[in-house]
């Protein structure tokens, strides 16, 4: 006989089992997958914060009642591109946040605005810098036209999501021009994630911390 290592079924023929897939050995296969990874790190971090047990392993999540929800969070990080997984994973559980709702973007644009005003702003500056070299190799062009050549659509997706700080939108002009070609709708969802006042303010209060932006700045041409 021919037995499945994962949920005991057995086989007559060699070639049936091959084929076979149960839950237990998809969830085996899964394991290297990168949504799963995430979801894996997310569930011990969860139970050991919460619950203060014991580190958890890759056995215990395949069993976990909770693996299929954590899975989706994997995913939802992946495909939204969060900018700080672990620290979102922190932010949800601080917060009390459902696990069901760990993948809702209303939840993630509280983080995203929480994050980005607590964000150190040479972190800030570094990542959106990094983020914007990216887009411009994938469009053939300088990062530091980023804010001149981008769609406003997708400007509106990375500030949203927090791809590039406020650090650098409002305190360069191609920045703030870039501001002008939003509809009022646009603008209105914008000003809701930046919230203009509270950086006008912030910026008043860390004159060091903006004299090394406005350096950083200059030396990229932006």
């Known amino acids: 006989m ?15 089992i091959l084929k076979h897939v149960c839950e237990p050995k998809r969830r085996f296969l899964q394991r290297n997958d990168h949504y799963v990874r995430l979801g894996f790190e997310a569930f011990k971090k969860f139970y050991e914060t919460v619950q203060n047990a014991k580190p958890k392993t890759i056995e215990d999540y395949d069993q976990n009642r909770f693996y299929t929800a954590f899975n989706r969070y994997g995913r939802y990080c992946l495909h939204t591109k ?3 997984v672990p620290g979102y994973t922190d932010w949800l559980i ?3 946040v459902k696990i069901d709702d760990w993948n809702r973007d209303d939840v993630y644009s509280l983080f995203i605005k929480d994050y980005l005003r607590h964000e150190n702003a040479e972190h800030a500056v570094t990542r959106s810098l990094n983020y ?4 411009a190799d994938q469009n053939n062009c300088e990062f530091n036209e980023y804010f001149k050549n981008i769609s406003p659509n997708l400007a509106l997706h ?13 305190n360069t002009a191609s920045g703030l ?3 002008d070609k939003f509809t009022d709708e646009q603008l209105a969802y914008v000003n809701s994630v930046l919230d203009p006042q509270f950086w006008a303010i912030k910026f008043k209060r860390v004159p060091a911390e903006m004299e090394y932006v406005k350096s950083v700045l200059e030396a990229a041409n932006l």
């Open 2 to 16: 021919n037995k499945c290592d994962h949920c005991g079924k057995e086989f007559t023929n060699e070639r049936t």
């Open 177 to 179: 021009e870039l501001l």
């Open 158 to 170: 990375d500030i949203a999501n927090g791809h590039v700080s406020p650090w650098l939108i409002l």
């Open 132 to 135: 914007m070299q990216k887009w």
């Open 94 to 96: 601080k917060n009390s």
């Open 82 to 84: 969060v900018i700080d």
